[in-house]
T-cell receptor, first 112, second 116 residues
């Protein structure tokens, strides 16, 4: 079942913060976050596996709620290089399928 | 070469042509994927191969024919395509199907396909 991402798009000025959400109606085994810059391949950012987990990557961090149905990606003090489309990919069960189900993406634009 | 490579990077073909897209992964992974990416459907899974066996065909038209001769190589054979098949075709690989970190996918740069 495809996860729901919100918002669909966000425009920031450099230095501002943003939050991108990824929600499922079912408890998830894992959530994977990717960023795709225009004209490039999606690049893996991080994976969350445990309920209540928080993880960071430079000024980009993410959380996974206790029920494991929602993950949020936090971008703080945004930089121009953060522009791109962010996708979450979810697994519903461990080993149930080797595929991830991706959300429709959130397009982030950071302006000077 | 490192990571996941794809050739060609750009392809223009007529509706009667036959062409093939190639993907190679240098990560020692056992699962490989084809995705179609267009403005309407950002990441549309087409096929999944795990240990060379096809485990997913996401209702893809028969004019797309995948081939996985070994865990490192994946092909997508194209014939009698339609203009609406124009898109970016992405290949990805992952460790295997055990889930979690093993399911993390690494993408190639894609082939930009234009069907005239």
């Amino acid at each position: 079942q495809q996860p729901v991402q919100s918002p669909q798009a966000v425009i920031l000025r450099e230095g501002e913060d943003a939050v991108i959400n990824c929600s499922s109606s079912k408890a998830l085994y894992s959530v994977h976050w990717y960023r795709q810059k225009h004209g490039e391949a999606p690049v893996f950012l991080m994976i969350l596996l445990k309920g209540g987990e928080q993880k960071g990557h430079e000024k980009i961090s993410a959380s996974f709620n206790e029920k494991k149905q929602q993950s949020s990606l936090y971008l703080t003090a945004s930089q121009l290089s953060y522009s791109g489309t962010y996708f979450c990919g979810t697994e519903e069960a461990q080993g149930g399928s080797e595929k991830l189900v991706f959300g429709k993406g959130t397009k982030l634009t950071v302006n000077p | 070469e490192t990571g996941v490579t794809q050739t060609p990077r750009h392809l223009v073909m007529g509706m009667t042509n036959k062409k093939s897209l190639k993907c190679e992964q240098h990560l020692g992974h056992n699962a490989m994927y084809w995705y179609k990416q267009s403005a309407k459907k950002p990441l549309e899974l087409m096929f999944v191969y795990n240990f060379k066996e096809q485990t997913e065909n996401n209702s893809v038209p028969s004019r797309f024919s995948p081939e996985c001769p070994n865990s490192s190589h994946l092909f997508l054979h194209l014939h009698t395509l339609q203009p609406e098949d124009s898109a970016l075709y992405l290949c990805a690989s992952s460790q295997d199907g055990r889930g979690g970190v093993q399911a993390t996918q690494y993408f190639g740069p894609g082939t930009r396909l234009l069907v005239l």
